[in-house]
């Protein structure tokens, strides 16, 4: 380009105009026929590791294990009754996805990934990544103390958002601890739980901060939070910061004053042995935070992505999300970090993952970011299927097989490269 630059001045005035404009015209071709950002931007490191990763994925390799994940699947639907969406990806692809069984038993609409299913606890990531972002903003500390942010709040400065966010709070669940009181007619929201608990002060279970114990109200108070420092209802706040920036247009918190919601989604079933019974809503479900978010193992695809290019929180705070939290008086195995469970196996690696299970919705999440993989499950019909889980993961990592599997054999048709 210099060379052609020296050239253009030696030439005279008319033929060097013709020059220059030829070379304005290049470039504006250059430009119109090329994104912006990839003409002139300069990859981050973020993107230089997922393309780095990206260059593993061998089609190959992908293609026999989605066959493993399809026989797996269909018998899991044939034997256990699996019934619901799939979606496996690796390297940052999708390698399977597929649906099985009826979003409603009644009407007998099949299941696609395009499904919406409630995701029940998968939903406390959100509720976490929102306070991240929080907490990115400057708005809150990890350690701030509960009463810092709801004023009135009956308890000490030993309960704080950390509490909450790793479930070492010591609270009762607020399902329980207030039953008798609540009006079971009219549909709960965090306001009436939080007045309701300043007003009671509900006892407490064991000293904060003393013990890993799993509890909604922890979730419950952390979205009530999040609306009192945004200014934003819960719903809205997850509309506005979570799911139009990770590009889930097909993701909502149901509202249970808007039924009409759940129009095209998918009916939760408890199995009987006359055949499946819907599972019924009660007063507990206008509560956020903890539950109530509905998705599509498509969206959820996008969440994990989001989450691997840094759409939503820094890889910084996320690391810390990620970070096992109950490490006294020793590290637990099954762990707990900001909204996620966390598994170590039996090499030392930890698994970064979490279920669900309400309203007959069970479900299964596992992020990876180490390899930018997934694992989404998300069923309609609260049965055992997910308990074979394992197979799933030792056909997406078959190396890692025999700690998956714990010294049960993988079934030969499982193995990569067998039948």
């Known amino acids: 380009m210099n060379r052609f630059i020296q050239y253009m001045l030696k030439l005279p005035k008319g033929p060097k105009i013709i020059g220059a404009l030829t070379i304005c015209t290049l470039i504006g071709l250059l430009?119109?026929?090329?994104?912006?950002?990839?003409?002139?931007?300069?990859?981050?490191s973020t993107e230089k590791?997922?393309?780095?990763?990206?260059n593993l994925y061998n089609p190959e390799i992908a293609k026999q294990k989605s066959i493993k994940l399809d026989t797996f699947f269909s018998k899991l639907q044939a034997k256990s009754g699996f019934n619901g969406a799939v979606l496996v990806a690796q390297y940052g692809k999708i390698i399977y996805k597929k649906g099985f069984g009826y979003a409603n038993y009644f009407t007998k609409s099949n299941i696609n990934t395009h499904t919406h299913f409630q995701l029940a606890s998968v939903s406390k990531q959100f509720t976490a990544v929102a306070i991240?972002?929080?907490?990115?903003?400057?708005?809150?500390?990890?350690?701030?103390?509960i009463y810092k942010h709801i004023p009135g709040f009956p308890y000490d400065s030993s309960l704080t958002i950390r509490s909450l966010l790793t479930h070492r709070s010591g609270l009762s669940d607020y399902a329980y601890n207030m039953d008798k009181v609540y009006d079971k007619k009219i549909p709960l929201t965090n306001q009436k739980v939080v007045e309701m608990m300043i007003r009671l002060k509900p006892h407490i279970d064991y000293r904060p901060n003393a013990k890993f114990s799993y509890n909604n109200t922890n979730y419950m108070l952390l979205a009530y939070i999040v609306e009192k420092l945004s200014g934003m209802n819960f719903r809205e706040y997850a509309k506005k910061n979570l799911f139009e920036p990770a590009g889930m247009s097909e993701s909502f918190i149901y509202d249970p004053m808007h039924p009409e919601m759940l129009r095209t989604a998918a009916t939760g079933y408890?199995?009987?042995?006359?055949?499946?019974?819907?599972?019924?809503?009660?007063?507990?479900?206008?509560?956020?935070?903890?539950?109530?978010?509905?998705?599509?193992?498509?969206?959820l695809y996008h969440w994990d992505v989001a989450l691997n290019e840094e759409k939503l929180v820094k890889f910084t705070t996320l690391e810390e999300a990620f970070t096992p939290?109950?490490?006294s008086p020793k590290v637990l195995a099954k762990n707990y970090g900001f909204g996620w469970r966390l598994a170590q196996l039996d090499n030392g690696e930890w698994l970064t993952y979490h279920t669900g299970w309400w309203h007959g919705f069970k479900n299964y999440y596992l992020h990876?970011?180490?390899?930018?993989?997934?694992?989404?499950?998300l069923g309609n019909m609260a049965n055992h299927a997910l308990g074979r889980v394992n197979i799933v993961q030792s056909i997406l990592y078959p190396e890692?097989?025999?700690?998956?599997?714990?010294?049960?054999?993988?079934?030969?048709?499982f193995v990569l490269g067998g039948n």
């Not at 119109?32 to 990839?38: D, E, L, M, V």
């Not at 590791?49 to 990206?54: F, V, W």
């Not at 990876?368 to 499950?377: F, G």
């Open 49 to 54: 590791r997922n393309d780095s990763l990206a």
């Open 31 to 44: 430009i119109t026929s090329h994104p912006t950002k990839s003409f002139f931007h300069v990859k981050t």
């Open 325 to 327: 939290q109950h490490t």
């Open 368 to 377: 990876n970011p180490k390899d930018n993989s997934a694992i989404i499950i």
């Open 400 to 413: 890692k097989a025999n700690l998956f599997m714990k010294g049960e054999p993988l079934p030969t048709e």
């Open 132 to 145: 991240m972002q929080l907490h990115e903003k400057g708005l809150l500390n990890y350690d701030d103390a």
């Open 270 to 299: 408890v199995p009987r042995r006359g055949g499946p019974v819907v599972s019924e809503f009660n007063h507990l479900d206008g509560v956020t935070g903890d539950k109530g978010i509905y998705s599509t193992v498509e969206d």
